[in-house]
């Protein structure tokens, strides 16, 4: 199994990007896909998570919500990240993980599973 993301880029405040995470190898209804960012010098922080049908809830960290939107086509193989209102403290290397139907979600937190894709970057600046 393997998975690509992309999509990052450049973008100013107030913006929006849409992240890719493209899975080859599998097929993409029997996998939760979650994204993670990690900034420098900061600890990685689980961003949003979407479980395949009937197991569970969408996942958002609080500093997301509201402004990211998570979705999938299986059809595609593909799980999206709409990023809209952007603010700078949102820079950081993306990547997405795959876990096994359920988002696993301990103490609010989103817990990443093994299976990862490369990162891509998203800067947020003037």
């Known amino acids: 199994v393997q998975l690509q993301a992309s999509g990052g880029g450049l973008v100013q405040p107030g913006g929006s990007l849409r992240l890719s995470c493209t899975v080859s190898g599998f097929l993409l209804h029997n996998l939760a896909i979650g994204w993670f960012r990690q900034a420098p010098g900061k600890e990685r922080e689980g961003v949003s998570c979407?479980?395949?049908?009937?197991?569970?809830?969408?996942y958002y960290a609080d500093s997301v919500k509201g402004r990211f939107t998570i979705s999938r086509d299986n059809a595609k193989n593909t799980v999206y990240l709409q990023m809209n209102s952007l603010k700078p403290e949102d820079t950081a290397v993306y990547y997405c993980?795959?876990?096994?139907?359920?988002?696993?979600?301990?103490?609010?937190?989103?817990?990443?599973?093994?299976?990862w894709g490369q990162g891509t970057q998203v800067t947020v600046s003037s």
């Open positions: 993980n795959a876990d096994v139907n359920a988002c696993t979600v301990v103490g609010g937190t989103l817990i990443p599973r093994d299976l």
């Open positions: 979407i479980p395949t049908l009937g197991h569970g809830a969408k």
